[in-house]
């Protein structure tokens, strides 16, 4: 089936992911923790479920690549050419925080490139989607009770040339002294500070211009988005100048790279990754 009409039950899976998730958010909940400290409620791991049973109803034949499930080889995965990369629920620390800063997010990676991408923000009722040739469009719903309004989404489009002066975002939980480095480089330029994959979102609409992640993020945490900022007409480039891939590797960790809204304009280079030290 082609990523075009896997289109609409995608947002539907997203919607159903969101209703689950604000029922949680709406209660009092408990907090877990990963191996790497990384917030864990129910709300994830309902949003996964609702997602996985969804796509693999859907989708029988196309293997799923999930936060909640990452635990699949490399031996296995490298064998894959089209497989869906989730995360079921992004921002999990601004959902702790209750700030509304988290988003579901549903990738179809092919040939190690997203060619759709649906990104929901529950709280704030709006949707980000993208399939390959399609463009981008962004929906903002009175609720997530039904998708009836689908002919109101918006095409949307990345800000050239950027705003004067340029605005450059910046995670809300996670800084880091190379981020700072590099924004030194920058000229005059306002900070926004957003959580979870709106960060993306905020480029590919042309609220924000440039969005440089010197940190780490996995591969979960950036499919569906840069389909979304790729079809607006924007880059997410790694720091050899090259898109950001996927599933190349047994590590599912990203490099660091630069959501860019105008490709055209003068952004200072990622510096080059630091070299291993020899053994």
Same mark, same amino acid.
């Given at each position: 089936m082609q990523a075009i009409n896997l289109l609409p039950?995608?947002?539907?899976?997203? &919607? &159903?992911?969101?209703? =689950?998730?604000?029922e949680v958010y709406a209660g009092?909940?408990?907090?877990?923790?990963?191996?790497?400290?990384?917030?864990?409620? &129910?709300?994830?791991?309902?949003?996964?479920?609702?997602?996985?049973?969804?796509?693999?109803?859907?989708?029988?034949?196309?293997?799923?690549?999930?936060?909640?499930? =990452?635990?699949?080889?490399?031996d296995t995965r490298q064998?894959?050419?089209?497989?869906?990369?989730?995360? +079921?629920?992004?921002?999990?620390?601004?959902?702790?925080?209750?700030?509304?800063?988290?988003?579901?997010?549903?990738?179809?990676?092919?040939?190690? &490139?997203?060619?759709?991408?649906?990104?929901?923000?529950?709280?704030l009722n709006t949707y980000w989607f993208a399939v390959s040739g399609a463009g981008a469009q962004r929906l903002q719903t009175d609720s997530l009770q039904d998708l009836a309004n689908m002919q109101q989404a918006e095409a949307i489009r990345v800000r050239q040339p950027p705003a004067t002066p340029p605005v450059v975002i910046a995670s809300r939980s996670h800084a880091s002294a190379e981020l700072q480095q590099y924004l030194q480089q920058l000229p005059a330029h306002e900070i926004l500070s957003v959580g979870s994959s709106l960060k993306f979102c905020r480029v590919a609409e042309g609220s924000?211009?440039?969005?440089p992640r010197l940190g780490p993020t996995s591969e979960w945490d950036t499919a569906a988005a840069q389909a979304v900022v790729e079809q607006a007409g924007g880059q997410v480039l790694a720091a050899a100048g090259t898109a950001l891939e996927y599933n190349r590797k047994a590590s599912l960790l990203n490099p660091h790279f630069l959501v860019i809204g105008d490709h055209q304009h003068d952004w200072p280079q990622l510096p080059? +990754? +630091?070299?291993?030290?020899?053994?």
């Amino acid at each position: 089936m082609q990523a075009i009409n896997l289109l609409p039950d995608c947002l539907d899976c997203a &919607r &159903r992911a969101g209703q =689950a998730i604000m029922e949680v958010y709406a209660g009092d909940f408990s907090v877990q923790h990963k191996d790497d400290d990384s917030p864990l409620t &129910r709300a994830d791991l309902a949003s996964h479920h609702i997602i996985a049973d969804h796509l693999h109803a859907l989708t029988p034949d196309i293997p799923l690549l999930s936060e909640e499930s =990452a635990a699949i080889d490399w031996d296995t995965r490298q064998r894959w050419q089209r497989y869906w990369l989730i995360d +079921p629920l992004d921002g999990t620390k601004e959902f702790v925080k209750r700030n509304g800063e988290f988003t579901v997010n549903i990738a179809l990676i092919e040939q190690h &490139r997203p060619v759709l991408g649906v990104v929901l923000a529950p709280v704030l009722n709006t949707y980000w989607f993208a399939v390959s040739g399609a463009g981008a469009q962004r929906l903002q719903t009175d609720s997530l009770q039904d998708l009836a309004n689908m002919q109101q989404a918006e095409a949307i489009r990345v800000r050239q040339p950027p705003a004067t002066p340029p605005v450059v975002i910046a995670s809300r939980s996670h800084a880091s002294a190379e981020l700072q480095q590099y924004l030194q480089q920058l000229p005059a330029h306002e900070i926004l500070s957003v959580g979870s994959s709106l960060k993306f979102c905020r480029v590919a609409e042309g609220s924000a211009d440039l969005y440089p992640r010197l940190g780490p993020t996995s591969e979960w945490d950036t499919a569906a988005a840069q389909a979304v900022v790729e079809q607006a007409g924007g880059q997410v480039l790694a720091a050899a100048g090259t898109a950001l891939e996927y599933n190349r590797k047994a590590s599912l960790l990203n490099p660091h790279f630069l959501v860019i809204g105008d490709h055209q304009h003068d952004w200072p280079q990622l510096p080059p +990754p +630091p070299q291993a030290e020899p053994i």
